[in-house]
Every structure is written in structure tokens, then in C-alpha cells.
């Protein structure tokens, strides 16, 4: 039977299974405790427990202080509940309340989703996940490239798999590298998280994604966030790819509509290309009417949030639509990282 756990000083509460450890359940349900090793060596995911009765405590070598000891101090990746329980404990929700890391890691899987586009998924070591927010990206530095940023695609509840989302671009470096010579269990160092294109937690405002081609990466992250957050406000997903491209997780979008009751998923074909190239004008056109379409759809626009990801310039004419319609900048969140 699943307990109840209240966190203190904020407040929030999250359910637990006695069979998974507090960290577990947390992680699962979006909230962000500081934690690193996941084996109850590092004393990071370290919390007070103020009431209630905890049940199974998985074996740990981190050491309490006597002083410790008399606080009720807890691993909360060792402990299991018994009980309904109420714990101090720090949750991370800006990006500079989470340490920079490095972590040695493995090519894990390297999905072919489309002629044109590898999802990569690189595993950590089991003692040392990747604590991260929703919509970060990391640096990844291959021997002999170039270190690369990148969008993580996967959701915070699992810092140990996560995935990335490669385009194949004839003549950048790390795009053909993955494509020709990237292998499994290659190693890969992962150094971040970096970015401040985070999700909103507290607002329970409609929300609308916008993701242009890969840029879909981090948006995936924040729906999977904010699905993990149970958020029930209206969610509208817009995802646009060249004529030439495809919407490579279509599917996996298409399940987001089945199993969410106030969820929207419309996929769009910009032409912006002339044989084959970029057409600059064709594009700022195809983004400019796509902003408009939104706007008609959604007459009560000032009252959303919205989520872009994509080059900041693409998206200038976008945002003046939007501002145009009285959506207030601080509703606006844009990530602009370049990526592939
Ligand atoms: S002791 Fe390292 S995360 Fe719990």
C-alpha cells in the first residue's frame, strides 16, 4: 500500500511504495532531491526524517556523525517508508542549485529512427547518475572531437540512461561522427548540466511546445516532467520539420494524446527549402504563419505559457506574434541552444 510523504519546508508531497527507496518514488514523481551516487556512498541525497516510520534501509557506507545521528539523519536513496513520513529535505529547482558533474559514460543504444536522425542513448555508471532538470543540456566530449552540446531528451527520473537526439548534417563533426563511427559501449564524457530552459512548475497555466525539427529533444524532456508532476492543464504540442524531414517519434507523441486526458499533439510540414537548401525567407514566413495559426486557435493566448525550442532567430517573428497577442515575456521561454 503507497504512503504518503511530505517534504519539508516546501510543503509538497509525493507517494511512495515501501518497496522503492524515497529517492526512487521522488525521482519518479518529478521532484529533484540532491543526489549523485545512488548507492549511499556519497551522503548527497542526505534528509532529516521529522515523522513517521521508516521500513527496509538497503545496506550504505556513508557514515553518520553522532550529531547526525540525533538529527534523525537519512540516505534517501537507502531508505524505504513503512509509513506515511515527513522529511526536510533540499529540492533542486534552478539550475544553480545543481553541481556541475563529469561522468565517464557508455554508448548504450543507437537507434536509426529515420535516414537522417539517431536517437543515442548513453548509460552512467550505476554510482554515478546525472542529477539534472527537466530541458538542460550537457557536454559531450568524445577523444579527437570537438566537445559537443546537447539537448537531453530523457526525463530527470532516470539520470542514469540518457538520450540524445542526433541529425545527420553533412560536414559538422559530431553529426558524422555519429552517423559513421560512433559504436555501443564506446565512452563518452558527459560534463553539465547546463541551461536554464526549465519547466514552470508552479504555474498551472495551459501550456504550448513549439519544437523545431531536433529541437524536439528538450521539449520531450519537459512533458515527461511534467507528466511525472501529474499536471492536468490544457497541453498543446506543435512540432515542426522541414518537407524533407519526418516526425521521427510521431508515435511516441501520438501515445502522450492516447494516455492524457488534456493533451494535443499537431504535428506540422514547414517548406522552407529550395532543392534542397535552406531558404531563409521561406522560413521566417513558414514560422511567422505557424505563430499566427496558434494565435487563432488559441484566442486566450495571454493566458498560456509557451515553450520554444529552436535557433533564437527563427523564432524573433514567432515571439513578436506572440507578444503581439498580449502573451507577457515571462510566459515565454525560449531555449536557443544550436544543436543537430
Ligand atoms: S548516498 Fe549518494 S545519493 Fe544517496
Redesign the pocket.
Known amino acids: 500500500m503507497s504512503v504518503t510523504i511530505t517534504i519539508q519546508p516546501s510543503g509538497r508531497t509525493f507517494t511512495a511504495e515501501p518497496t522503492e527507496t524515497l ?1 526512487e518514488s521522488a525521482l519518479r514523481h518529478g521532484i529533484s532531491f540532491n ?12 534528509a532529516r526524517l521529522l515523522s513517521g516510520e521508516l521500513g527496509e534501509i538497503l545496506p ?1 557506507d ?1 557514515v553518520f556523525k553522532e550529531h547526525e545521528k540525533a538529527q534523525q539523519r537519512i ?4 531508505a524505504k517508508p513503512s509509513t506515511d513520513l515527513v522529511i526536510e529535505a533540499t529540492e533542486a529547482n534552478a539550475s544553480n542549485q545543481i553541481a556541475e558533474q563529469s561522468i565517464d559514460t557508455i554508448v548504450h543504444k543507437i537507434d536509426a529512427v529515420a535516414d537522417d536522425i539517431r536517437i543515442l542513448q548513453l548509460r552512467t555508471p550505476r554510482s554515478q547518475t546525472l542529477q539534472f532538470l527537466a530541458g538542460q543540456h550537457v557536454c559531450l566530449s568524445i577523444d579527437g572531437l570537438a566537445p559537443r552540446n546537447k539537448s537531453i531528451a530523457s526525463c530527470p527520473c532516470n539520470g542514469m540512461y540518457l538520450q540524445f537526439h542526433v541529425r545527420e548534417v553533412p560536414g559538422d563533426e559530431f553529426s558524422e561522427y555519429a552517423f559513421k563511427h560512433l559504436k555501443t559501449r564506446q565512452k563518452v564524457n558527459v560534463s553539465g548540466p547546463y541551461g536554464d530552459f526549465l519547466l514552470n512548475e508552479a504555474s498551472t497555466r495551459p501550456i504550448i511546445f513549439i519544437a523545431f525539427d531536433t529541437g524536439m529533444a528538450p521539449i520531450k524532456s519537459l512533458i515527461e516532467h511534467a507528466i511525472a508532476l501529474d499536471k492536468t492543464q490544457p497541453t498543446f504540442l506543435y512540432w515542426l520539420v522541414d518537407e524533407y524531414s519526418s516526425h521521427y517519434q510521431g508515435n511516441y507523441c501520438r501515445s502522450w494524446v492516447d494516455a492524457l486526458d488534456n493533451f494535443h499533439y499537431i504535428p506540422l510540414d514547414i517548406q522552407y527549402q529550395n532543392n534542397k537548401s535552406v531558404d531563409i525567407d521561406r522560413l521566417q514566413d513558414g514560422l511567422k504563419k505557424t505563430a499566427e495559426m496558434i494565435v487563432t486557435e488559441h484566442p486566450q493566448l495571454q493566458e498560456y505559457d509557451i515553450y520554444i525550442n529552436g535557433p533564437a532567430w527563427l523564432f524573433s517573428d514567432m515571439q513578436e506574434v506572440f507578444t503581439a497577442a498580449g502573451v507577457p515575456s515571462e510566459q515565454m521561454t525560449i531555449d536557443s541552444m544550436k544543436r543537430y
Open positions: 529517492l543526489y549523485n551516487c545512488n548507492n549511499g556512498s556519497c551522503g548527497k541525497c542526505s550504505h556513508h540516505l534517501l536513496c537507502r
